[in-house]
C-alpha cells in the first residue's frame, strides 16, 4: 500500500474520532452547520417515502432553517438497526415536527489531544524498535555461512 494512501487513512480515522454531537444551543442554526437529527416516531413514518424506511437520524449540513424545517444537504442516514447510508449532499426538507432532537457537530479538543498523542506515541515506538533491533529476526539463517544446503 502506497505511504500516501496510508497516510491520508490514518488522517481520516484521526479526524473522525475528534468529533461529538452536542445539544444545539439555538432553535435557528446557521447555515453549513452540520447537524444529526434524531427523528421521533411520526418523522419515521412521514419521512419514509423521501429518506428510506425506518429512519431514525439524518445527518448533512444546514441549507436553510425556517420556522417549520430544516433544509438539509444530507450526508447519512441510518436506521433503526444502526445501519448507516451515505448520501451525496442531496437537499432535503425535513419539517421540524419530525425532530425529537438535534444536534450539532463540534470538535471535540480533548478527542483530538488524545487521539495524536496516542499516534505520536505509537509512530516513537514503533521508530524506537526499529533503531533498537527489537522486533526483527530472532534466529540465525539456516545453514549458517558457505550457502548450507545440500548440493550433491
Known amino acids: 500500500m502506497p505511504v ?9 480515522i484521526l479526524l473522525a474520532g475528534c468529533y461529538v454531537y452536542t445539544p444545539l444551543e439555538t432553535v435557528t442554526p446557521r447555515s453549513d452547520f452540520e447537524v444529526a437529527l434524531a427523528l ?3 418523522g419515521r413514518v412521514e419521512a419514509g417515502h423521501t429518506l ?3 429512519v431514525d437520524r439524518v445527518e448533512g449540513r444546514v441549507a436553510a432553517v425556517t420556522d417549520t424545517a430544516y433544509v ?11 445501519v448507516v447510508t451515505k448520501w451525496s449532499g442531496e437537499t432535503v426538507t425535513v ?8 444536534s450539532a457537530r463540534r470538535l471535540s479538543r480533548s ?3 488524545l487521539l495524536a ?9 514503533f521508530i524506537a ?3 533498537l533491533g527489537i522486533g526483527g529476526p530472532s534466529s540465525p539463517s539456516v545453514g549458517g555461512p558457505g550457502g548450507g544446503g545440500n548440493n550433491q
Open 117 to 125: 498523542g496516542s499516534f505520536a506515541a505509537a509512530t516513537a515506538a
Open 129 to 131: 524498535s526499529r533503531a
Open 52 to 54: 428510506g424506511p425506518a
Open 95 to 102: 419539517p421540524r415536527a419530525w425532530v425529537g432532537n438535534a
Open 111 to 113: 478527542r483530538t489531544y
Open 4 to 12: 500516501k494512501s496510508l497516510g491520508a487513512g490514518l488522517l481520516s
Open 72 to 82: 438539509l444537504q444530507v450526508s447519512s442516514v441510518r436506521d433503526i438497526r444502526g
Open 40 to 42: 421521533t416516531d411520526l
